[in-house]
């Protein structure tokens, strides 16, 4: 394999950090890996060129039956609240190859670690599937998010509630670094590695950061503005992301973990798709509310060096907290200025603008199609809540930025999932792909993506079971 052409570049920092942080091994061969998809623009992206392989060569690769050039294996420790629970948690079934050009190369689904908690270590095909379309989704629609490098199959099956082919993904992030690293750190009680690990963030994530004066206290300010920004746009397209535990919880503000994500159709704040969610505690209208309670957590970490006296520690980081609800009105309320067009700012935008998520909620409407019938006019103008926003001064450029004519529909998505993982036919898994990779333009969609779930449709349930 000639892998000098492939362009690998691995610097590996996070394996030069104290060794409680991860353990070294290496993943676990598979029996015949076969490549699914690769993803070509990322591979670009990433100064990757795989033109001189053959497909069985690149899923060798991505399998972890050959390891890359310059890549250190990793499985990262770390713990976290799921659910509003502490437990002790780490790479189950995930190996960091490295990081290449200080982006992580991870494969999901390689094998059983010291932190597998008596899992097989593997994955099933229709998740790893699921991630991809999601995530690569979620990047096209403009929103901080891991990313897909390639799925490739192991030629093993995987036994879950039933036999399933099993398969493995290769993630891209900026980083693996999460609140609940910081919830592990701080379950050793190492205030050392707990600088280290600081120090380490905003080297990495926050440069900008270096000479501050109190590095923990401007960390904890500078991952509270990206989650606000992340969840913010979350809230614009209608993302349940379903299962927002720490761990889930990333320092560099991307989306991670897209077990039982979904998109709202219907809008309705209490809306949850997790088959394990009952209470509702990640629904949708809730999702501010617990990055709220997550960053709480991740405050708790760093008080041994927000101040020398703990009592003004405490206090510091609750008057930091204490900004977390303005903060997100302030972005939530520009965000969906941005999507009705209004230009200018409006004592009354509130009213207009929480009047109009009544009358959806009221009616039924479903979220996406309504921001695109007000920005293609074919909004009915009988509504009353339609003249008074008719009288303001609307730019539907900002609109059309700001409001996808298409979203990955659940029913779709599972079709495309349906067909590709147990008929094996990509056929429309690609073309879902294609759609979605422009999400705010519809000369090219077909009918069926965009429109809204029949009612047996929309009745939909995603399982953490992947």
């Not at 957590?297 to 520690?313: M, S, W």
């Not at 009288?391 to 004519?405: C, E, G, K, T, Y």
């Not at 349906?418 to 979605?436: C, H, I, K, P």
């Amino acid at each position: 394999m000639k892998q000098n052409e492939i362009g690998w570049n691995f610097n590996n920092s996070y394996a030069r950090l104290p060794e409680i942080l991860f353990s070294r091994l290496n993943p676990v061969p598979v029996a015949a890996s076969k490549l699914i998809l690769l993803n070509n623009q990322l591979a670009e992206n990433l100064n990757l060129d795989f033109k001189n392989l053959n497909d069985k060569e690149i899923a060798e690769l991505f399998s972890g039956n050959i390891l890359p050039d310059g890549a250190e294996p990793i499985a990262q420790a770390y713990a976290g609240h799921q659910y509003g629970h502490f437990t002790m948690l780490g790479d189950g079934r995930a190996i960091l190859l490295g990081e290449h050009n200080r982006f992580d190369i991870q494969l999901k689904g390689s094998g059983p670690t010291p932190y597998s908690r008596q899992g097989d270590g593997r994955a099933a095909l229709g998740p790893m599937l699921r991630e991809y379309i999601i995530s690569e989704a979620m990047f096209a629609l403009g929103i901080p998010t891991t990313r897909s490098l390639a799925v490739v199959v192991t030629g093993e099956n995987i036994l879950r509630d039933t036999v399933l082919p099993g398969a493995i993904l290769t993630r891209v992030a900026a980083s693996h670094i999460r609140i609940g690293t910081f919830e592990y750190i701080a379950m050793l009680g190492d205030i050392e590695l707990l600088k280290t690990m600081v120090h380490y963030c905003i080297n990495r994530h926050y440069p900008h950061l270096q000479e501050a004066e109190n590095p923990a206290l401007e960390l904890l300010k500078a991952v509270i503005e990206k989650q606000i920004i992340l969840i913010t746009d979350w809230m614009r397209v209608g993302f349940v992301h379903g299962v927002m535990n720490t761990d889930n919880m990333t320092i560099s503000g991307e989306t991670i973990d897209y077990g039982p994500c979904a998109f709202m159709d219907v809008y309705d704040p209490k809306t949850v798709f997790s088959s394990i969610d009952r209470r509702g505690r990640y629904a949708f209208g809730n999702q501010p509310q617990i990055a709220e309670w997550n960053l709480a957590r991740f405050a708790e970490t760093l008080i041994p060096l927000l101040h020398e006296n703990q009592e003004k520690a405490v206090q510091i980081a609750q008057d930091v907290l204490e900004k977390f609800s303005a903060q997100y009105q302030k972005h939530y309320f520009l965000m969906m200025r941005n999507k009705l067009g209004l230009l200018g700012e409006e004592q009354s935008d509130k009213i207009l603008i929480n009047d109009l998520l009544t009358w959806m909620q009221e009616n039924k409407a479903d979220y996406t199609n309504t921001f695109y019938s007000l920005m293609t006019g074919s909004f009915s103008d009988n509504e009353p809540w339609c003249r008074r926003w008719q009288s303001r001064d609307i730019s539907f450029d900002l609109m059309r930025a700001n409001n996808p004519a298409v979203i990955p529909r659940n029913h779709k998505v599972e079709e495309a999932l349906q067909a590709a993982s147990v008929d094996g036919n990509l056929m429309r898994f690609n073309r879902m792909l294609e759609v979605l990779s422009k999400p705010y333009e519809s000369t090219h969609i077909d009918l069926a993506h965009y429109q809204a779930p029949s009612e047996i449709e929309a009745s939909y349930r995603t399982f953490c079971g992947t």
